[in-house]
């Protein structure tokens, strides 16, 4: 199967995908900042004050930049932990009931809120780290603030920018599994057929191109879960204490799945992760 933009869009939920050679024009980060509070208004109070933050650099206050600075990365590093936390509950709540065969463990408007969720809390973090990319790009410009954009290798190594995402989507892509094989296929014949020929057995396959910026990549993850089951499988490990099982994500099989590539940081290169 070949697929064309038009029904990767259809796949993605009508967003527009862009073949190989092709991209985006990247809009000013207060725009992309307003478009994201817009899009999960639930989260629109807690993004990076990035305005105040913006004034104290024209400002040239380096000790009140400093503590704003230090003051939001505390912030987003707590919000975000919470909200990782009730996502990965949400989900294994859910994946303890499926296994037990309870049938509420899949019903189409909760998984569609979880996927929601997932993709809310990345978008959340994907546009603070581009907030203090733009302020500490600010920094190193003005004079008087030069000194402060050293702050760029804490948020760098901070919490909220590594968390895994990933280990959300397997258990995930299960659920969605499951409530296929509940319900009756609406999807589009072109659509049914991608399942039957994701993994061909040469390893090869009749394929396209398809590039994703970075910020991307998760709202196609999480499109395609809806449609392919997941290529991984959950392994049990003993902690330390052993006195209970952690769940670790086995991603070798997804490998075949899909390749993603990601948007070079010059230019239109691109590089496969």
């Not at 997941?230 to 330390?240: L, N, V």
């Amino acid at each position: 199967w070949s697929p064309s933009s038009e029904a990767l869009a259809r796949v993605f939920g009508g967003e527009p995908v862009f073949p190989s050679g092709t991209t985006e024009a990247a809009m000013p980060f207060e725009d992309e900042l307003a478009k994201a509070r817009q899009a999960h208004p639930v989260f629109a109070q807690h993004f990076l004050a990035f305005d105040e933050l913006k004034g104290a650099v024209n400002g040239g206050d380096v000790a009140k930049l400093m503590g704003l600075l230090r003051q939001e990365l505390d912030r987003i590093n707590d919000f975000v932990s919470v909200e990782m936390v009730a996502l990965k509950n949400g989900l294994h709540v859910r994946t303890k009931k499926l296994s037990h065969g309870s049938a509420d463990a899949v019903d189409a408007s909760g998984l569609e809120n979880l996927a929601k969720d997932i993709m809310r809390l990345h978008t959340f973090v994907e546009t603070n780290y581009d907030g203090f990319q733009e302020i500490m790009k600010r920094c190193s410009e003005t004079p008087q603030t030069a000194s402060c954009s050293w702050f760029l290798g804490r948020v760098e190594t901070a919490p909220f920018r590594h968390h895994a995402f990933d280990d959300l989507l397997l258990p995930l892509g299960q659920l969605f599994a499951a409530l296929r094989q509940q319900q009756p296929s609406t999807a589009e014949p072109s659509i049914r057929k991608l399942t039957g020929q994701a993994l061909p057995l040469s390893g090869e396959g009749n394929c396209q191109s398809f590039f994703l910026a970075a910020k991307d990549a998760m709202q196609a993850k999480v499109a395609l879960l809806k449609h392919l089951r997941p290529g991984g499988a959950m392994q049990k490990a003993k902690t330390t204490q052993g006195t209970r099982d952690t769940s670790r994500v086995v991603g070798e099989l997804s490998k075949q799945l899909v390749h993603v590539y990601l948007e070079g940081t010059e230019g239109p290169q691109y590089k496969e992760r």
